[in-house]
């Protein structure tokens, strides 16, 4: 059975805009995803799901919002490939004016393949204007999701 999770990491807000926006897609489609804060979630529940969706932001210069350094910190203390075959995609949300752009949506990308997740679509990295990049992200998420569920 295919048990899908939008987890999302934000300092201002956008990457929760986004990631909410996700849910409600999936939900118009009629599939059921939970969207959590990493803040309040453990890497542990990842073992629990099938694909996993990730929409963070990247705060200072290429690290990750101060809410979700622990959960971070947490993935990187697991042994390779402790997560295999787990579906992720990522979005993420910074602005090219710093030097390391998107560095924390690179990491996490970075990290789930050591763990042997599987990347189910190419990472995108939106600017401040994110909606250009982060809304046919959706599209293809919710694509992929009702693709699964009818071959189920």
């Known amino acids: 059975m295919q048990k899908s999770q ?15 926006k996700l849910q409600e897609e999936l939900e118009g489609a009629g599939i ?15 073992s629990e799901l099938t694909d996993l969706y990730f929409v963070v932001s990247t705060w200072g210069e290429g690290e990750p919002p101060d809410d979700s350094v622990g959960y971070f910190e947490k993935l990187k203390g697991y042994a390779d490939g402790h997560f ?14 710093y030097d390391i752009f998107n560095g924390f949506a690179k990491d996490m990308e970075k990290e789930f393949l050591r763990l ?13 204007d994110f909606e250009e990049l982060s809304d046919p992200w959706i599209e293809r998420i919710v694509g992929y999701e009702k693709t699964l569920r009818s071959d189920a």
Request: contains cysteine; aromatic residues 8%; negative net charge.
């Open 6 to 20: 939008i987890f999302f990491a934000t300092q201002t807000g956008n990457s929760q805009e986004v990631a909410e």
């Open 84 to 97: 295999a075959g787990k579906r992720f995609a990522i979005c993420g949300l910074g602005d090219s004016g």
């Open 116 to 128: 042997g997740g599987v990347s189910i679509a190419e990472r995108v990295d939106c600017d401040i």
């Open 32 to 46: 059921e995803v939970g969207c959590v804060d990493m803040f309040d979630s453990e890497p542990d529940q990842i």
